[in-house]
């Protein structure tokens, strides 16, 4: 990514931090295996600083939206203090195939790693991290449901698991979808906001990132408009601090 779009990508700069809408399919660092990555580009993000931001927290390569960057040390400490406490809030948009019964509701399952084989694939375990998703019905149409989810935990691939393991799966979902690596759907889950209480007596710094191109025919058919906000996430005291 060129630095002129990843600078028009920013949805919030300030002295400590700043929050990007992260596209989807571009992993945010390099892998073992080499490649492009979102990080390559932070030079650009400087403004003025002597060294590059770095990432608070992460996404996954498929999740768009919301991502937060510190632009010095102690920035940085705060933030993963902040995460690791629960501190900041994140809200994401999916649509899943099929869909709930009930308008909201709690997942509360915990997660363990597939096999040593499979990376950071991700299952349902009764031996595993304790993990807790807050879900809301945003909308329905067409066998599609619009969700709104508050992950209370922050374990790997945490939404893509919890949904498929209620009989939802992400549209698009490579590893935990119905039709796996064979459906070419994009991955539809975004981190539509967060809310950050960087500076106590201050109110949090909020962002909240626009619809990604591929996920919009679906959310209009779940009843999704342009004009349609979200609530901004209030900071609770969860522990999300993985990447989605």
Same mark, same amino acid.
């Given at each position: 990514?060129?630095?002129?779009?990843?600078?028009?990508? #920013?949805?919030?700069?300030?002295?400590?931090?700043?929050?990007?809408?992260?596209?989807?399919?571009?992993?945010?660092h390099?892998g073992?295996?080499?490649?492009?990555?979102?990080?390559?580009?932070?030079?650009?993000?400087?403004?003025?600083?002597?060294?590059?931001?770095?990432?608070? @927290?992460?996404?996954?390569?498929?999740t768009?939206?919301?991502?937060?960057?510190?632009?010095?040390?102690?920035?940085l400490?705060?933030?993963?203090?902040l995460?690791?406490?629960?501190?900041?809030a994140?809200t994401?948009?999916?649509?899943v195939?099929?869909?709930?019964?009930?308008?909201?509701?709690?997942?509360?399952?915990? #997660?363990g790693?597939?096999?040593?084989s499979?990376?950071?694939?991700?299952?349902?375990?009764?031996?595993?991290?304790?993990?807790?998703t807050?879900?809301?019905?945003?909308?329905?149409?067409?066998?599609?449901?619009?969700?709104?989810?508050?992950?209370?935990?922050?374990?790997?691939?945490?939404?893509?698991v919890?949904?498929?393991?209620?009989?939802?799966p992400?549209?698009?979902?490579?590893?935990?979808?119905r039709l796996?690596r064979?459906?070419?759907?994009?991955? @539809?889950?975004?981190?539509?906001?967060?809310?950050?209480?960087?500076?106590?007596?201050?109110?949090s710094?909020?962002?909240?990132?626009?619809?990604p191109?591929?996920?919009?025919e679906?959310?209009?058919?779940?009843?999704?408009?342009?004009?349609?906000?979200?609530?901004?996430?209030?900071?609770?005291?969860?522990d999300?601090v993985g990447?989605?």
């Amino acid at each position: 990514m060129n630095p002129e779009d990843l600078i028009g990508r #920013l949805l919030h700069r300030d002295g400590l931090m700043l929050i990007l809408d992260k596209p989807a399919g571009v992993p945010v660092h390099r892998g073992p295996k080499g490649g492009e990555s979102l990080e390559d580009g932070f030079d650009a993000l400087r403004f003025g600083l002597p060294r590059a931001p770095a990432l608070a @927290h992460r996404l996954d390569r498929d999740t768009s939206g919301c991502l937060v960057l510190g632009r010095h040390r102690k920035a940085l400490e705060k933030l993963g203090l902040l995460f690791k406490q629960g501190r900041i809030a994140k809200t994401y948009w999916a649509v899943v195939e099929g869909g709930p019964a009930d308008p909201e509701g709690l997942i509360d399952l915990p #997660l363990g790693r597939r096999d040593a084989s499979r990376g950071w694939w991700m299952k349902v375990d009764p031996l595993g991290m304790p993990s807790q998703t807050r879900w809301r019905v945003m909308g329905q149409a067409d066998g599609l449901a619009w969700l709104a989810l508050e992950p209370l935990t922050g374990r790997t691939h945490q939404l893509r698991v919890h949904c498929a393991a209620q009989g939802w799966p992400m549209l698009g979902d490579p590893i935990y979808g119905r039709l796996g690596r064979d459906d070419p759907t994009p991955l @539809h889950l975004h981190a539509r906001a967060i809310a950050v209480p960087m500076q106590a007596g201050k109110p949090s710094v909020t962002a909240e990132a626009p619809v990604p191109a591929h996920m919009q025919e679906a959310l209009r058919r779940c009843g999704w408009s342009d004009a349609a906000g979200s609530p901004v996430p209030q900071p609770g005291p969860n522990d999300a601090v993985g990447g989605e």
